[in-house]
T-cell receptor, first 114, second 110 residues
Framework: AQSVTQPDIHITVSEGASLELRCNYSYGATPYLFWYVQSPGQGLQLLLKYFSGDTLVQGIKGFEAEFKRSQSSFNLRKPSVHWSDAAEYFCAVGGDTGGFKTIFGAGTRLFVKA | NAGVTQTPKFQVLKTGQSMTLQCAQDMNHEYMSWYRQDPGMGLRLIHYSVGAGITDQGEVPNGYNVSRSTTEDFPLRLLSAAPSQTSVYFC?????????FGPGTRLLVL
C-alpha cells in the first residue's frame, strides 16, 4: 500500500541554523515525490517535486530535497532557516498520473527560534 | 487568473443538514480533487476527477458526493452532515505533476 511517513511531528531550529525534514515513502512503482508548505490558515504551496533524473532537486525559497531510492526517502533541507520558514511541511507521493491520487504524510510543524 | 477558488470560507452546520462546497478553477485543468485536512493526519483524498463527466473515489469517500459537469467546477456535496465531517476542506486542480490548492473551507458540524 502507498504511504508516506514523516517521523517528526514538530521540529524547532534556531534562525540561521540548517534544517532537515525527514520523509519516507512506500510505493509500488516509480514514485512522484513532492514537498508542500502550509502557513497557518493558508492553503498548500508546492516547494519542489521529483519525477526523474537528478536526485537532488532544487525548489523555491532556498529549499532542496534528495531522493534516495535505496532508503525510500525524500528528505527536505535548507542550509539557513529564516523566521518566515515557520510553517507546516508536508511530504507527498503520487503515481504516474502526475500527482493525482496523491498520498500525503501527516506533516511536520517547524518552529523557528530567534 | 484567479486560480482555484473555494466558497464558503467557513460554514457551521447542524448534524443531518446538507450542503455543497464549491470549487472552481480558471486554468483549464483536467484534474481536480478534494481533500480533507485533520490535525495530525495530513491531507486525505476524498474524490477526484480526471475530466468533465469522470469522477472516482479517493481514500475517504464515504458521506461525500461529487460531480463534474464542466471543466471549471467540481462541487463537493455533504448529503447528511455528521460531526466526524468537521474538518478543513481543500480543493485542488492541476495537470501532470502539479496541483494548485484553493484556500480551503473550514467546516464545523455540531
Amino acid at each position: 500500500a502507498q504511504s508516506v511517513t514523516q517521523p517528526d511531528i514538530h521540529i524547532t531550529v534556531s534562525e540561521g541554523a540548517s534544517l532537515e525534514l525527514r520523509c519516507n515513502y512506500s510505493y509500488g512503482a516509480t514514485p512522484y515525490l513532492f514537498w508542500y508548505v502550509q502557513s497557518p490558515g493558508q492553503g498548500l504551496q508546492l516547494l519542489l517535486k521529483y519525477f526523474s533524473g537528478d536526485t537532488l532537486v532544487q525548489g523555491i525559497k532556498g529549499f532542496e530535497a534528495e531522493f534516495k531510492r535505496s532508503q525510500s526517502s525524500f528528505n527536505l533541507r535548507k542550509p539557513s532557516v529564516h523566521w518566515s520558514d515557520a510553517a507546516e511541511y508536508f511530504c507527498a507521493v503520487g503515481g504516474d498520473t502526475g500527482g493525482f491520487k496523491t498520498i500525503f504524510g501527516a506533516g511536520t510543524r517547524l518552529f523557528v527560534k530567534a | 487568473n484567479a486560480g482555484v477558488t473555494q466558497t464558503p470560507k467557513f460554514q457551521v452546520l447542524k448534524t443531518g443538514q446538507s450542503m455543497t462546497l464549491q470549487c472552481a478553477q480558471d486554468m483549464n485543468h483536467e484534474y481536480m480533487s478534494w481533500y480533507r485536512q485533520d490535525p495530525g493526519m495530513g491531507l486525505r483524498l476524498i474524490h477526484y476527477s480526471v475530466g468533465a463527466g469522470i469522477t472516482d473515489q479517493g481514500e475517504v469517500p464515504n458521506g461525500y458526493n461529487v460531480s463534474r459537469s464542466t471543466t471549471e467546477d467540481f462541487p463537493l456535496r455533504l448529503l447528511s452532515a455528521a460531526p466526524s465531517q468537521t474538518s478543513v476542506y481543500f480543493c485542488a486542480s492541476g495537470g501532470p505533476g502539479t496541483q494548485y490548492f484553493g484556500p480551503g473551507t473550514r467546516l464545523l458540524v455540531l
